[in-house]
């Protein structure tokens, strides 16, 4: 059998990387920013929606009814479905490729020809929409893989549902993908799993025993909440707040920032108003770069833990000079840090040899890459343990295989729930014997731009640092 190493880019090529920056004062009227912090910052860089879910009319159409699967003697075509133009859409399209190329190297699936193709979000729930369309009516692909955005997920949801084509979500994390759809109408949207990031929910929970471990490293007893108005933190809020306040903590500051904030002074001030001993803030849709601009040039002690989606870009601190040291985030794979699994490791080196000499993102992929190149994985190992790809046919055959799944990944290790779980086909999260979510590591930028996983213990390369300016 010969292989093809294949891959093509459909929708918008991506282009030069969006960063990040630190610059004068006397730089900011010309950028237009409103940072007020004597230092600006360039765009975003992240593509973001913000739009509702947007929902479509297809209403009673059963999955396998569409045109779909019937590209029965190969090769196989991944389609994968990314903001492209932003540095996590880029790690993700070159994971993508590189699992794909490994698959070929290794003779295939059930020893057909693999090939991927390309198609670019923009961040946008209705390019979203078209370029899955696309992907399947004129790219003839035989899975879907990635979606960022949680609203962006949700709007291609009926769609991929009227076709059957499977959709493997590997960015997007708002529980209500699974509870509102599958959950409510399971013969219709079988066809959707997620391999990772584990669901908000278990985030919530999971960042409680986080908020433990400080208390007992620092001392730390009040907190104060900070999210994105978005989908996704929406089990942040709703859980976060209780479970903290029954541990016996101090709540004292709670809000939901519109995702197009460039003035992060009001917020800083709230909360050193608040004397939190930290603030835990939830941010995929916002840049907070200007907010740690300022925290360093007013060398503010409180820390800034949470999720920070910006905050993984390989060169974070580099990008602001060093402003987003001691800042944290959870991020699938430990940020190429640490052996989450005997995978992880010789993943990332192998995605730095082959990523050296182009543009950002180098160092290793962001989070979503790693959860993209595992979901290729147990496409492949699904489809060959169940025996086939004809989503149009036998589509059963095909989710049992996936229900299946125990797989060694880069990002940790893969099961999902089954049909009668409370999440039916999302990512089971991992526990240690004490009953702690183990999947849900966390980095810190250190002095020296150095980054180090934090977080949970069996997986640190260092302790927790507090802020010392």
């Known amino acids: 059998m010969m292989t093809r190493h294949n891959e093509q880019t459909t929708g918008d090529q991506h282009t030069d990387e969006q960063t990040t920056g630190r610059r004068p004062t006397d730089e900011r009227n010309a950028d237009g920013s409103t940072g007020g912090t004597g230092y600006v910052r360039r765009r975003h860089f992240l593509q973001t929606a913000g739009a509702a879910a947007v929902t479509s009319t297809l209403a009673g159409c059963i999955p396998g009814s569409g045109d ?65 369309e696309r992907l399947v009516a004129e790219e003839d692909v035989d899975v879907i893989v990635g979606t960022f955005v949680s609203e962006v997920t949700q709007a291609i949801m009926d769609y991929v549902a009227q076709e059957g084509v499977p959709l493997i979500v590997t960015g997007s994390s708002a529980p209500s993908t699974v509870t509102d759809f599958i959950g409510q109408d399971y013969d219709r949207y079988k066809n959707f799993f997620r391999t990772g990031p584990i669901n908000s929910t278990f985030q919530a929970e999971a960042m409680v025993d986080y908020v433990n471990h400080l208390n007992d490293l620092h001392g730390w007893s009040s907190f104060a909440v900070v999210a994105d108005d978005a989908a996704w933190v929406e089990p942040h809020l709703n859980v976060l707040p209780d479970a903290l306040e029954e541990q016996g903590y101090d709540l004292v500051m709670e809000q939901s920032l519109n995702i197009n904030i460039d003035d992060f002074s009001p917020v800083i001030n709230d909360v050193v108003e608040s004397d939190a001993d930290a603030m835990i803030r939830f941010f995929a849709h916002i840049n907070a770069a200007p907010l740690l601009v300022e925290r360093a040039q007013r060398e503010l002690t409180f820390g800034i833990e949470g999720i920070h989606v910006t905050g993984m870009h390989p060169a974070f601190a580099q990008l602001t000079e060093g402003a987003a040291t001691y800042e944290t985030t959870s991020q699938s794979g430990g940020g190429g840090t640490t052996d989450i699994t005997e995978n992880t490791i010789p993943f990332v080196e192998s995605y730095r040899e082959r990523f050296a000499d182009s543009d950002p993102p180098v160092g290793h992929p962001m989070y979503m890459g790693f959860n993209t190149y595992d979901a290729i994985n147990v496409y492949k190992a699904a489809v060959e343990r169940g025996g086939t790809w004809d989503y149009g046919n036998d589509l059963d055959s095909i989710v049992d295989a996936m229900l299946a799944t125990d797989h060694t990944g880069v990002a940790g290790q893969i099961q999902l729930y089954g049909p009668d779980a409370e999440y039916p086909h999302d990512a089971k999260e991992t526990r240690d014997d004490e009953g702690t979510i183990s999947n849900f590591p966390i980095t810190q930028w250190q002095p020296q731009g150095a980054l180090e996983c934090v977080y949970p213990e069996q997986h640190a390369t260092a302790e927790h640092m507090a802020p010392r300016w």
């Open 68 to 132: 779909g699967g019937d590209n029965l003697e190969g090769p196989i075509r991944i389609g994968h479905l990314a903001p492209l133009q932003n540095p996590l859409g880029i790690g993700s399209r070159r994971t993508a490729t590189m699992a794909v190329d490994q698959i070929s190297d290794d003779g295939g699936i059930m020893d057909e020809e693999v090939e991927v193709v390309h198609a670019d979000t923009g961040g946008n729930p209705g390019t979203a929409q078209t370029e899955a």
